[in-house]
């Protein structure tokens, strides 16, 4: 069964400063791998996904991910966070056997003026 | 294009009780999937239904069951309330089979509160 780890529960940064926010899995099969954000009292949202081809995957509000499948890792980055990026952000995984998706706890990214 | 929608948003019960949320499903989606987001985790799967049937489970209890109708929409029956049932419950619905496969479109969750 897959699995998702993010390492950092919170991440504080100041404005305009650069981000990543870490994220690894484990599975024995091929998968999806997916970067959700929810902001203050909303629901869950899309922000990128890498199905397949390019490793490099961006949001169009600049936020990128990589693919790493030597490392098993799905890190999301942004070179400058604004103010209005504050938000949880969710990894997640789906192996390709089923359309099931295995979110991980969190990372709660709060940025400072 | 209607989003999901989920009802009730709030709701309080207490221990022993049973609960019934419900969820519409995005126009054109096949499947639903049900979260269960307690504070300041993750959504843990409970399960899916697809075409009217469960399509994989997680790791809740029987008392857990649900339904989805013949209109993609669905239902999550909780019975004999715990105190830990008390969380944030996330509808999804997709497509199984469509060029989105694997993209979840959620509602904004119902929130359970069991004293």
């Known amino acids: 069964a897959q699995s998702v780890t993010q390492l950092d529960s919170q991440v504080p940064v100041f404005e305009e400063a650069p981000v990543e926010l870490r994220c690894n899995y484990s599975s024995s099969v091929s998968v999806y791998l997916f970067w959700y954000v929810q902001y203050p009292n909303q629901g869950l949202q899309l922000l990128l996904k890498?199905?397949?081809?390019?490793?490099l995957v961006e949001s169009i509000n600049g936020f990128e991910a990589e693919f790493n499948k030597s490392q098993t890792s799905f890190h999301l980055r942004k070179p400058s966070v604004h103010i209005s990026d504050t938000a949880e952000y969710f990894c997640?995984?789906?192996?390709?056997?089923?359309?099931?998706?295995?979110f991980g706890k969190g990372t709660r990214l709060h940025i400072l003026p | 294009e209607t989003g999901v929608t989920q009802s009730p948003t709030h709701l309080i019960k207490t221990r022993g009780q049973q609960v019934t949320l419900r969820c519409s499903s995005q126009?054109?989606?096949?499947?639903v999937s049900w979260y269960q987001q307690a504070l300041g985790q993750g959504p843990q799967f409970i399960f899916q239904y697809y075409r009217e049937e469960e399509n994989g489970r997680g790791n809740f209890p029987p008392r857990f069951s649900g339904l989805q109708f013949p209109n993609y929409s669905s239902e999550l029956n909780v019975n004999a309330l715990e105190l830990d049932d008390s969380a944030l419950y996330l509808c999804?619905?997709?497509?199984?089979?469509?060029?989105?496969?694997?993209?979840?479109?959620f509602g904004e969750g119902s929130r359970l509160t069991v004293l």
């Open positions: 997640a995984v789906s192996d390709l056997r089923d359309d099931k998706i295995i």
């Open positions: 126009s054109g989606h096949n499947t």
């Open positions: 999804a619905s997709s497509l199984i089979g469509g060029t989105n496969t694997g993209e979840l479109f």
């Open positions: 890498y199905l397949s081809g390019s490793t």
